[in-house]
């Protein structure tokens, strides 16, 4: 799967954006997507995930107050809405993609889990 993140940029603390993740693959090949996130200086955590039908959606629970993730098959598309934003959230967000399984259980939230991976996409909150 090949994963073109966007929608990053330069936002003040409280306001809102929504990045965006289109997959290509080979047809009828299922899989789930995730976002995420690596601060500076810090490991790659994970934001949230959802399953190939759009279902089985996650969002880490520090972030389920604010965060939305959607899933529209029709382009093979994943969104990551994020409201509210601090400057915690600082960070370069990126999309996966794997086995449609591993998003059903908490291996959704390990990193080596997930086979493919977009470039990254900086979202920097000013305060």
């Known amino acids: 799967v090949q994963l073109q993140a966007s929608g990053g940029g330069v936002v003040q603390a409280g306001g809102s954006l929504r990045l ?9 090949l299922v899989y789930g997507m995730a ?6 200086g810090k490991e790659r955590e994970f934001v949230a995930s959802v ?10 629970d520090s972030e389920k107050d604010r965060f939305t993730i959607a899933r ?10 994020m409201n509210n934003l601090k400057s915690e959230d ?7 993609a794997t086995h449609a399984g591993v998003v059903l259980d908490d291996s959704r939230r390990l990193p080596e ?6 470039q990254g996409t900086q979202v920097t909150v000013s305060s």
Not at 72 to 81: G, M, P, Q
Request: charged share 20%.
């Open 20 to 28: 965006s993740c289109a997959g290509t693959t080979r047809p009828n």
């Open 113 to 118: 889990m997930y086979d493919s991976w977009g």
């Open 35 to 40: 976002w995420f996130r690596q601060k500076s």
């Open 90 to 96: 600082t960070a370069v967000y990126y999309c996966a």
């Open 51 to 60: 399953g190939w039908d759009g279902r089985n959606a996650h969002i880490e």
């Open 72 to 81: 529209e098959n029709a382009n093979n598309t994943i969104y990551l809405r």
